[in-house]
């Protein structure tokens, strides 16, 4: 059990990471539902709401790795085994991976199918490629895997978080509320 002082994540931390939370559990199911919605302004908009969140997110990442750089995460507890310790290690390089990998993929695929990328209506990024309907349609099928994977790797992360939390009651998951 962990002591009631045990090192706890900042202030600035917790906000972004729970910011981050909110936002991919937004814009995984909402990223498969475009796809469903009727061709037209909603969906239009609903795409630009996608790529600008998608903008957001890839922000909040970088600045949270350079929050991270100068703010080491706490140390997690001496009677966590080794294999444990690298796991969280690898789940949370994973977790980074994925969060700064998707949106670029994502920015790509949406280069090749031709269209803008109107982050919430203040500026539009610029392609990165041509368009190639071909290549839209590989790259987004790309984006669609890694949204996948995020996924995996977000249970495995919520997984042992509320396994820490109920079942072992170490006090891992308060550092982070």
Do not use: C, N
């Not at 539009?124 to 984006?143: F, M, N, Y």
């Amino acid at each position: 059990m962990q002591a009631t002082g045990a090192p706890r994540y900042a202030g600035i931390a917790r906000v972004l990471h729970w910011t981050t939370a909110a936002l991919v559990f937004l814009m995984v199911p909402v990223g498969f539902l475009l796809l469903e919605l009727p061709a037209g302004p909603i969906q239009d908009t609903a795409f630009d709401l996608h790529r600008s969140t998608g903008v957001l997110l890839f922000a909040l990442t970088v600045i949270r790795l350079g929050y991270r750089l100068g703010h080491p995460a706490p140390p997690l507890p001496d009677e966590l085994a080794a294999v444990q310790k690298f796991a969280a290690g690898a789940t949370h390089v994973m977790l980074y991976g994925l969060l700064l990998l998707q949106p670029l993929v994502g920015w790509w695929g949406t280069s090749a199918y031709g269209a803008p990328i109107r982050v919430f209506w203040l500026f539009t990024l610029p392609p990165l490629v041509a368009p190639d309907k071909a290549l839209a349609e590989q790259v987004l099928a790309l984006h669609g895997w890694l949204g996948l994977a995020l996924v995996g790797v977000v249970a495995v992360h919520v997984g042992a978080a509320l396994h820490h939390h109920f079942v072992r009651r170490d006090g891992i998951l308060r550092r982070m509320l």
